[in-house]
């Protein structure tokens, strides 16, 4: 870990190497200047004549910066145009000698690298809005990038490779995203990063090296200990190592994925619920088949291939493993093999299989898998593990029935934590659920909504969110949801939104609550939905007179002499109440 | 013996004692201040000005920003000789004398502070 130079030596370095040539030419000018003044000339009249330090600075100056006049007192004499040629050639050495330290200066790594750092810390430091600090820009990273800029959110990015960093400025976000080529995992990079800042709001651990995941979140605990930490972990140690550091949030990719096949096959309507609601935001979610029960193939018993196991396993499904290897546990019926040709699909029963799973490291061999299996068996229900990103075209081709990216699927989870964390519960609260309670809603919210992926967010019912209402309520109003989710442009008509979850500050919560719940103050709650619905709504909440139209239908007006008005003709009806 | 604090020594006594023959002297008689010393005054300051350049210490801001004062005051003087020289209808007066010598005497006292800057910083040395 080499410490990253510090921002105000820049200009004391530069300084410092510019020492030499400034002397240099100082004394050239210095000898020249004096030179020229004490060699004799001859005025108009023939008598000897000496230029003065005026005249003779003002000769040098324009020589020596080659800008080249003809215009002097009187002609020189020789003795004047033998020291003027030797003057000339030491200013050309002087300049050379000083251009080139200054080229090479420019060019010097250290210095660009300190130049970069400093507008990077510049650009950190001015951003005024709340931004997530994303570490490792690699598949995942700019997925998560490209998904929060489209969330209106900022990011802030600490890549080790320069050529990723260049990329993103490339990339053409909406919003301008720093980025630093810098190790991660020294703390003061992300000191550097914006870690410490008040407006940063979550560390985002992304790269592809464990440990430097770990020094991250270690890093995040220690510095910035209020700060949400979402870090990638590939293997158990890393995880639980996080775990005790006490990050909040630890990624594995494939437990993840077997997680989601687990769902999958438990509950299809749950895990296509959880496939619309964390999807990546401008995305269509398409429709899946459901995942059969019955035999099953696994190629590839790699980490993945493990957690796979373990997954079908707690859904009992029989099992058979094609490996070259010998899996570890001898419970599963196991062929020795290569999946990509026939003979061991075979051998592992493809014909009466109903699914497989293509889980090797290798993209390549996956999609092989996959279309000999396919051949065999029409009616297969084909897993792709996808390694890279970037052969999405392949896969996207294949049209698998379920296809396993480790990038997409640590993007979404990310975003659903961090843009909205009440997500979270609601979903374990919907895997518990019941597979018909599940497809209940699954229709009632795309039937709404449709297939593309929803906006999901969460509001806080509190002075600073949501003022008006919050008003209201302490003045004793009975709010009802079905009255508050109204359009301020005609409240005759719904928002297109609905509230799923509701989160009662007596640590009580209501799950898809009624549109008769009375909202109290500290209640939050989760919204899925339009885009538009979401400023609409913030707009109900927070100002009065939009929240009064909504509630009551009446148009309250808006200028102060309208108000005073309006107030006057209020009082008047009040006197004329009786008592 | 460090080389580079002989060379740095040297060059800001010297500035200093240039600027001190330059100041002697009746202070509106011309006869009593070269210009070659004033000359010498000015390129010898630059130079210590330079050197100078990148001592991220306390002391060594303190130096260069002494040094940019007597700069400013010598290359003031000298602008003034040029303008009395040869712009002046009156040419180098007792006047414009005890002008030039007057910004050259500031300038002293700016030097002579780097000097007593290097005096302590040497006194500070504990080697």
Redesign the interface.
């Known amino acids: 870990m080499t410490p990253l130079p510090r921002h105000q030596s820049i200009f004391f370095l530069i300084m410092r190497r510019l020492r030499a040539p400034l002397i240099l030419l100082i004394s050239i000018i210095a000898i020249s200047v004096l030179g020229l003044t004490l060699s004799p000339g001859v005025d108009a009249d023939g008598r000897v004549h000496y230029l003065s330090f005026f005249h003779a600075f003002y000769f040098i100056s324009y020589t020596a910066t080659t800008i080249g006049f003809g215009e002097i007192l009187y002609d020189f004499s020789d003795q004047q145009r033998l020291w003027v040629t030797i003057c000339i050639y030491l200013s050309v050495v002087g300049w050379a000698y000083t251009v080139g330290t200054v080229f090479s200066l420019l060019s010097d790594r250290s210095l660009r690298q300190a130049v970069q750092t400093q507008r990077f810390m510049r650009a950190v430091r001015r951003l005024r809005e709340p931004f997530f600090l994303v570490c490792g820009y690699g598949e995942t990273g700019r997925l998560i990038c490209s998904a929060l800029d489209r969330l209106g959110q900022r990011a802030v990015v600490v890549e080790m490779d320069e050529n990723k960093v260049g990329e993103v400025d490339l990339h053409g976000y909406a919003a301008d995203v720093p980025a630093l080529a810098a190790d991660a995992s020294n703390p003061e990079t992300l000191r550097f990063a914006g870690l410490t800042s008040p407006h940063c709001v979550g560390v985002i651990a992304l790269t592809n090296d464990d440990s430097a995941n770990l020094a991250i979140a270690i890093a995040a605990r220690l510095l910035a200990p209020r700060l949400p930490a979402l870090c990638r972990a590939e293997s158990a140690e890393t995880a639980a190592n996080m775990a005790s550091f006490g990050t909040r949030h630890i990624i594995n990719p494939f437990e993840k994925f077997g997680d989601y096949l687990g769902l999958a096959l438990q509950s299809p309507p749950a895990w296509q619920l959880l496939a619309w609601l964390t999807g990546l935001p401008g995305t269509t979610v398409e429709h899946h088949r459901e995942p059969p029960r019955g035999k099953w193939i696994l190629c590839g018993h790699g980490r993945f291939g493990r957690v796979m196991v373990q997954a079908l396993d707690r859904k009992e499904v029989p099992l058979t493993i094609i490996d070259r290897h010998p899996p570890d546990d001898v419970d599963h019926r196991w062929v020795q093999g290569d999946g990509t040709g026939a003979p061991a699909l075979n051998a592992a029963g493809v014909k009466d299989a109903v699914g497989i799973v293509a889980g090797t490291s290798s993209d390549v061999d996956n999609l092989s898998i996959a279309v000999t299996a396919r051949e065999l068996n029409r009616e297969l229900f084909i897993v792709l593990r996808q390694n890279h990103y970037s052969n999405h075209a392949l896969f996207d081709a294949f049209d698998a029935d379920f296809n396993m990216v480790p990038s997409e699927i640590i993007a979404h989870e990310c975003l659903a934590i961090l843009t909205t964390p009440l997500l979270v519960p609601f979903l374990e609260e919907m895997k518990q659920r019941d597979e018909e309670w599940c497809n209940w809603l699954l229709k009632r919210l795309t039937g709404r909504f449709g297939w593309d992926v929803p906006t999901v967010w969460s509001e806080r019912i509190n002075l600073s969110r949501t003022p008006a209402l919050y008003r209201r309520l302490m003045a004793g109003e009975d709010i009802t949801l079905d009255a508050l989710l109204r359009s301020p442009h005609n409240r005759n008509e719904y928002l297109a939104c609905e509230a799923v979850y509701m989160e009662r500050d007596d640590d009580d919560h209501l799950i898809m609550p009624r549109g008769e719940t009375v909202v109290r103050a500290g209640d939050e709650l989760l919204l899925v939905g339009r885009r538009a619905a979401r400023s609409d709504l913030a707009l109900c909440l927070a100002n009065e007179h939009a929240l009064t139209y909504v509630l009551t239908g009446e148009d309250l007006p808006g200028g102060w002499i309208w108000e005073k008005l309006a107030g006057r003709r209020k009082a008047r009806v009040h006197r004329r109440l009786p008592g | 013996m460090n080389l580079e604090k002989v060379i740095f020594g040297f060059f800001i006594v010297l500035a200093a004692t240039l600027n001190f023959g330059f100041f002697i002297g009746d202070i509106d008689n011309p006869s009593h201040h070269d ?2 010393e004033l ?1 010498a005054a000015i ?1 010898v300051s ?2 210590a000005t ?2 100078k ?4 210490t306390q002391i060594g801001a303190v130096h260069l920003s002494t040094s940019l004062v007597a700069d400013l005051q010598l290359i003031a003087a ?1 602008m003034v ?2 303008y009395a ?2 712009i002046a209808p009156a040419g180098l007066t007792p006047d414009m004398t005890a002008k030039i010598v007057s910004l050259s005497g500031g300038a002293l006292l700016a030097n002579f502070i780097s000097v007593v800057i290097l005096i302590a910083e040497t006194i500070m040395q504990r080697r």
């Open positions: 210009i070659y000359f390129v630059l130079i330079v050197l350049f990148g001592d991220r000298a000789w040029g020289a040869h």
